[in-house]
């Protein structure tokens, strides 16, 4: 075992060119027993296993976010690095814990492979990978760069597929996506998890009794988003739309790709107006602010702002003063890495509600 | 049905369910608890977004400060003791209007002053706000404190608001006084209303002792006098008093681990499966529990003092010469007791409690020792032998099941040897857990106290201890003295029956 230094981590190493599958399963298998040899401490992390299908050009970027995930990391990482041209596989094996460990103590190891290959080995990459995986645990696998044919050919072996609706191009075809992928695998997208704070923040607004009837009166949802993230914003809609029982029908594009979308949702009571504008000053990805209207002249909304959301209430009554307010709801920006580790944290639980969003949300883009 | 009564459609699939919008007054908002736990604690609820959407924190203690100073205070503790690096603008958000009461909890001013500031953040937010009351305060102050919040009118819920108070340990240091303090304080709140904090129970390691029990059907049927010869629970720490002579010397081992911490411990490892997970019905199961067990007898109980000796290589010194400590204290530094929880499932089965300061090693642990297998066809010679089996919980240091079976020596012999089945939950969850002291804030403003001790049960577990207390307060004598760094005193192995051993510590 090798230590290094900057990131005080003791790692346990192993390549080979031209390799099988057998042989890298048994190097990792060395590479436990070896650690655990030299320090009894050191136990292997039993949680989940990440595939990660990744361009051998970016994956230098995807370790990097990875590696920042922080707290929730899978227990081993297999990345298949595909390479264009190639034919054989390249492998790298290690197997990494603290470089320190107290004594009596014990040290979780983190295991990652690195398999280097072609895109010819893409469409049967379940042969390749599968001796690869610890047995019996969940399985996700991340695809971030395309390659659809490589995550159907995992589609057997692996329980959770992640993804993130809003890095494709085509929003209606990324809700395709993962709606196909739905029906075999439990589907956490990324895009999802981005507008996780405002529907804690929309469900406890309307969580009082004495409002709770306001959520039948719904007359306005505008929701503004960063261009690139329709996706986190038709997925918030379809899950007020999924959980009110609106009915839905498409949105009209305003303009361009990167302008607006507006459409009508219908509710019991009267008929929901929604808004989805694109945000071209937000620079990070997800969504910029939520307001919420209702029949009975309540207006709420809310907006990024300095240590969480700012919210602003506003309630106009015939015959009495307009009453308005502001505060802040606490919290911290995730960030893109909080997201990822949100996203693997989340492929150990299941969430009943993504489904039914996931469904309205493909409506609005029919 | 209306909207207002049908559940919010919005809440399912969250994992942070929402809470109404609350006020959190802190009682010795300058003390060390506050400092190093509660104030930490909301740090880390407002950084995940997890306090109510509205939340605000008012400071209540003696020393005279302005609002601005008290903030620059907690700025300075939350940095000091959080458990993350804090976000500056999330700190400053939530410390942006906090506000602080100075004067001493007697003072009928003070919930004056008081009131004007709840009244004033309900009249900013165009509701009543929850109101929540931490009585982080030395114990004599409970009582005083929650008499002038009834006073002043402050415990009275408005509309759909709740008044809670969280009510800091020791919740008494006898029965008679529990006895009083509960009536003292249920004489102004409803039980509903109180939340009794054990720290301990908002661990989750304490937590997954429920969902070992309950969510593992191999190891129910095992669980009763058929199957289990006996158990014990180990608490050992091998650091000393530290600079808490003033309350150690006072409370005692007995009070400060047995009387609460083994105690939920034994309950949770003995009551039976609770018709739900709603805090009254674990509770109630609970107390079942701890009504089953009599107080000991004088000869199940044993006491002892650290002497001097070594530890971690230093020498260190005995109880007696630590400073703060009493020439000639008859505080006991290790606690060793034998419990019989006396119901269809538990009767005959002896409970091994033991608890220690300035033992070989710091460990909370629960060992459940089967009975051996009725006939044993093996041959002994050449090896340790068959051995029963033991399902070790260990809640610290690394918090894991660890199941002792036997089996085969490899050879051309048949010799059998104990080994070890070994689960830890760090290899399986790899996640920070959160701290017990935000979970039960969280808890304590959402009002599900589960992990809070109720009334019955206070005083159940009171019932079990104070004869021992009296006891040992009436009859002073020269205690044993067991090496600092030790394994405790041998002649606590006098209270095991038969051949029982205790675990190496």
């Given at each position: 075992m090798e230590a290094t230094a900057s990131s005080r981590t003791t790692d346990g190493v192993w390549r080979e060119r031209d390799t099988t599958p057998a042989a890298i399963e048994e190097a990792i298998r060395r590479l436990l027993n070896e650690a655990h040899a030299e320090n009894a401490s050191y136990v292997p992390a039993r949680v989940m296993n990440l595939v990660c299908i990744v361009d051998k050009e970016w994956s230098g970027e995807i370790?990097?976010?990875?590696?920042?995930?922080?707290?929730?990391?899978?227990?081993?990482?297999?990345?298949?690095?595909?390479?264009?041209?190639?034919?054989?596989?390249?492998?790298?094996?290690?197997?990494?814990?603290?470089?320190?460990?107290?004594?009596?103590?014990?040290?979780?190891?983190?295991?990652?492979?690195?398999?280097?290959?072609?895109?010819?080995?893409?469409?049967?990459?379940?042969?390749?990978?599968?001796?690869?995986?610890?047995?019996?645990?969940?399985?996700?696998?991340?695809?971030?760069?395309?390659?659809?044919?490589?995550?159907?050919?995992?589609?057997?072996m692996s329980q959770i597929v992640l993804l993130d609706s809003v890095s494709e191009p085509d929003v209606g075809e990324a809700l395709r996506r993962a709606a196909d992928l739905a029906g075999e695998l439990y589907v956490v997208d990324l895009a999802w998890l981005r507008s996780t704070p405002w529907r804690e923040r929309i469900a406890a607004t309307f969580d009082p009794a004495t409002v709770r009837e306001d959520l039948r009166l719904l007359s306005s949802v505008a929701i503004r988003h960063h261009p690139d993230s329709a996706a986190a914003a038709l997925l918030l809609v379809g899950w007020l739309g999924s959980r009110l029982g609106w009915e839905l029908s498409p949105l009209v594009s305003r303009g361009g790709a990167a302008g607006s979308r507006v459409g009508t949702a219908h509710a019991r009571r009267q008929d929901v107006k929604l808004t989805l504008d694109a945000d071209a000053t937000m620079s990070v990805p997800g969504l910029a602010g939520v307001a919420l209207e209702s029949a009975s002249g309540r207006a709420l909304r809310f907006d990024r702002g300095e240590g969480g959301l700012r919210a602003r209430y506003r309630h106009r009554q015939r015959g009495h003063e307009d009453v308005e307010r502001e505060w802040t709801i606490l919290g911290a920006s995730r960030g893109e890495a909080g997201i990822l580790g949100e996203g693997i944290r989340q492929a150990l639980l299941r969430d009943p509600t993504y489904g039914p969003a996931l469904e309205a949300a493909l409506v609005l883009v029919r | 049905m209306s909207a207002a009564d049908a559940e919010n459609p919005l809440v399912k699939g969250l994992e942070r369910l929402p809470v109404h919008p609350t006020v959190l007054v802190i009682f010795g908002a300058t003390g060390d608890l506050a400092k190093r736990k509660l104030l930490p604690a909301l740090y880390n609820l407002a950084h995940e977004g997890a306090l109510p959407e509205r939340f605000h924190l008012i400071g209540v203690s003696r020393r005279d400060k302005a609002n601005e100073d008290f903030a620059g205070e907690a700025d300075k503790a939350i940095r000091s003791f959080s458990r993350r690096e804090p976000d500056d603008k999330v700190l400053s958000a939530l410390l942006a209007e906090v506000k602080y009461v100075p004067g001493t909890f007697d003072d009928p001013a003070v919930y004056t002053a008081l009131k004007t500031e709840l009244d004033a953040f309900d009249a900013a937010a165009g509701q009543p706000l929850n109101r929540a009351f931490y009585l982080s305060t030395a114990p004599e102050f409970f009582p005083v404190i929650v008499e002038a919040l009834g006073t002043a009118g402050l415990t009275e819920s408005a509309g759909q608001s709740e008044v809670r108070v969280i009510i800091e340990k020791p919740f008494g240091t006898t029965l008679a006084e529990a006895q009083d303090l509960n009536a003292r304080v249920l004489s102004v709140l409803d039980e509903s209303q109180v939340f009794r904090i054990d720290h301990y129970l908002g661990k989750e390691t304490v937590q997954n002792m429920l969902a070992f029990r309950f969510a593992n059907s191999m190891f129910e049927p095992l669980f009763n006098r058929n199957y289990i010869d006996n158990v014990q629970i180990?608490?050992?720490?091998?650091?000393?008093?530290?600079?808490?002579?003033?309350?150690?010397?006072?409370?005692?081992?007995?009070?400060?681990?047995?009387?609460?911490?083994?105690?939920?411990?034994?309950?949770?490892?003995?009551?039976?499966?609770?018709?739900?997970?709603?805090?009254?019905?674990?509770?109630?199961?609970?107390v079942k529990v701890l009504h089953s067990i009599r107080p000991p007898h004088r000869d199940e109980v044993f006491r002892a003092q650290y002497g001097p000796g070594t530890a971690a290589g230093e020498d260190v010194a005995g109880y007696l010469q630590e400073d703060g400590v009493p020439a000639g204290s008859h505080t006991e530094t290790y606690a060793a007791l034998r419990l019989h929880v006396e119901n269809w499932r538990w009767a005959g089965v002896p409970f091994y409690l033991r608890t220690g300061k300035r033992l070989a090693r710091k460990v909370t642990e629960i060992a459940v020792t089967f009975k051996p297998v009725p006939h044993l066809a093996f041959g002994e010679e050449g090896s340790v032998g068959v051995r029963p089996n033991q399902l070790i919980l260990t809640m610290q240091p690394n918090e894991g099941v660890s199941l002792s079976l036997g089996a085969k020596i490899p050879g051309n012999r048949m010799r059998i040897r104990p080994v070890n089945m070994e689960f830890l939950y760090g290899?399986?969850?790899?996640?920070?857990?959160?701290?017990?002291?935000?979970?039960?804030?969280?808890?304590?403003?959402?009002?599900?106290?589960?992990?809070?001790?109720?009334?019955?049960?206070?005083?159940?577990?009171?019932?079990?201890?104070?004869?021992?207390?009296?006891?040992?307060?009436?009859e002073p004598e020269q205690l044993v003295q067991y090496p600092a760094g030790s394994q405790g005193p041998p002649e606590a192995s006098e209270l095991l029956l038969g051949d029982h051993v205790w675990r190496a510590i």
């Open positions: 370790a990097n976010r990875l590696r920042r995930v922080g707290r929730h990391h899978p227990s081993r990482t297999v990345v298949c690095a595909v390479e264009p041209r190639r034919t054989t596989l390249d492998a790298v094996a290690t197997v990494a814990g603290p470089a320190e460990t107290k004594p009596g103590d014990f040290a979780v190891l983190r295991e990652t492979v690195l398999v280097t290959c072609g895109p010819q080995h893409l469409a049967r990459l379940d042969t390749i990978v599968d001796p690869l995986v610890v047995t019996d645990l969940p399985t996700m696998v991340w695809s971030p760069h395309g390659h659809p044919e490589a995550v159907d050919a995992l589609r057997g | 180990t608490a050992a720490e091998d650091i000393g008093i530290g600079t808490r002579a003033g309350y150690y010397d006072h409370a005692g081992a007995l009070r400060d681990l047995v009387q609460n911490h083994m105690l939920q411990l034994l309950t949770l490892l003995c009551m039976e499966p609770p018709v739900d997970f709603s805090a009254d019905e674990v509770r109630s199961e609970k290899t399986a969850f790899m996640s920070q857990s959160p701290e017990a002291y935000e979970r039960l804030i969280m808890d304590a403003m959402r009002g599900d106290a589960t992990l809070f001790t109720r009334n019955d049960e206070v005083e159940a577990q009171w019932r079990i201890c104070d004869p021992v207390v009296r006891r040992w307060e009436d």
